[in-house]
């Protein structure tokens, strides 16, 4: 059986991931929204492609490694499903997400934006940077306790 705590990270890394792609497909499809002034000059259109692309590969990683099987086989041959390198490092696509997020303002304010634009922008950096912490934490925990019984 799984802890809540267990299923605490794949959910934080769904909605992260979810509202970060979200966000980059309303500023482009949405004229009228907030992200799309932001994305109507080049600056702000890197950094929303940028934030729908680190998005994108949280919820590519969490398919990956949670929720698909470990390996795939077909006869004699294996395909292992699983991105190591991804979940090492996992913390940084949460760091990039934030600085995205944190950068949006700066054009936001150059285009005209209010200030609605800027407390969303910061309050999200600032969800994902604490995310980041508590993915870091967290897997910290598991190698401890992995490497503590090899």
């Known amino acids: 059986m799984r802890r809540i705590q267990d299923q605490f990270s794949p959910f934080v890394r769904l909605f992260m991931g979810g509202h970060a792609v979200l966000t980059c497909f309303s500023a482009q499809v949405n004229p009228e929204s907030t992200m799309a002034g932001v994305a109507s000059t080049s600056d702000g259109r890197l950094i929303i492609w940028t934030l729908g692309a680190l998005g994108f590969t949280l919820l590519l990683d969490l398919f990956v490694n949670d929720w698909s099987p470990k390996s795939v086989g077909y006869g004699p041959h294996r395909i292992y499903l699983n991105w190591r390198r991804t979940w090492r490092h996992r913390h940084w696509i949460f760091v990039g997400i934030a600085a995205c997020y944190a950068a949006v303002p700066q054009v936001a304010d150059a285009t005209g934006q209010n200030i609605a634009v800027m ?32």
């Open 119 to 150: 407390i969303l922008c910061y309050w999200n950096s600032f969800i994902n940077m604490a995310a980041a912490f508590i993915d870091a934490g967290e897997r910290s925990r598991q190698l401890w306790w992995q490497n503590t019984f090899k």
